[in-house]
């Protein structure tokens, strides 16, 4: 699915970070399909198709702005090296080190305090904010789509000054974005960390073919349709949620359109659902609450629905994760 919510000035910040290796924008914007002058938003495919023009016509994935350059199919190769790690926390592992080994710099490391996991981005040149900007793209794409879903983020911290005359940071992340910090920094809830790695082999021939127009779209803050959803969903109990057909009635659209619109966005309906059971159930997990009084007020009939349904999520009981929260 095509969406035109890339700004002008991302465009041309991929050019900026091309030009000084003497080639000529103009060209690759018109192989993009893009005008010589882009004044208006483009869709994810144009910018996807520009940004892999750029990484074949300077042999960097990573618009030349690493310590090294991360050579066409380095990509490929990290979606291999990662597609079996089980879970987000090892991927995200794996991923920094196999970004360390590529780019050298900047260097991501991840820990885990006060139920936040903070990826933080060391590095010894000064480098701009679309630099980050691209390795976000990249880990955070990547991330998303491992454990298909959307991963909210908390905080982004930027350490280099912010571009001038650009709201378009804070509006993409869909998060609070800091300039001029002593680190470079991303931030979301730990909780996230232990969901699942769903994807097959055969579903990561199909994303690789899309990339890297799709990191666009999984990693774009979810704004639409998904968090009409989730705002629904998450005003009231598990218990009284209301099925496929009643949610589509109320957001005024057919089933099969509503399925369409959510399939299109890597999305369904149960695996909206399931997110906020799984983060909702290893809040309710920490409280004074036992397992059956988790899983009723999940809405399980019978607590051992809500076992297996967490051993999905997390790959481990709601017992062992209580016995060790």
Known sequence: MERANITPGFVNDALDAVRSHGIDAALLLADAGLPAMVDRPVTNHEYGRLWWRIAKEIQCEFFGLGARAMRPGSLDLMCHAVLHSGNLERALRRSLQFLNVILDQPRGSLRVSDGLAIITLDDNAQRPAFAYRAYWLILMGVACWLIGRRIPLRRLDFACRAPKDRQDYRSFFGAPVLFDQPQTNLVFDSTYLPLPVVR??????????????????????????????????GAIAPINW????????QLGLSTATLRRRLRSDGQSFGAIKDELRSVLAQRLLTQDMTVAQVATELGYS???????????????????FKRNA
């Open 200 to 233: 097959s082999e055969t579903a990561l021939e199909s994303f690789l073919r899309g990339t890297p127009a799709n990191l666009l779209i999984r990693y774009r803050h979810d704004d639409d349709l998904s968090a009409r959803i989730r705002a629904r969903l």
């Open 302 to 320: 019978e607590p051992s629905a809500f076992h297996r349904a967490y051993m999905k999520w997390t790959g481990q009981s709601p017992g062992a």
């Open 242 to 249: 209301p099925g496929f057909e009643e949610m589509a009635a």
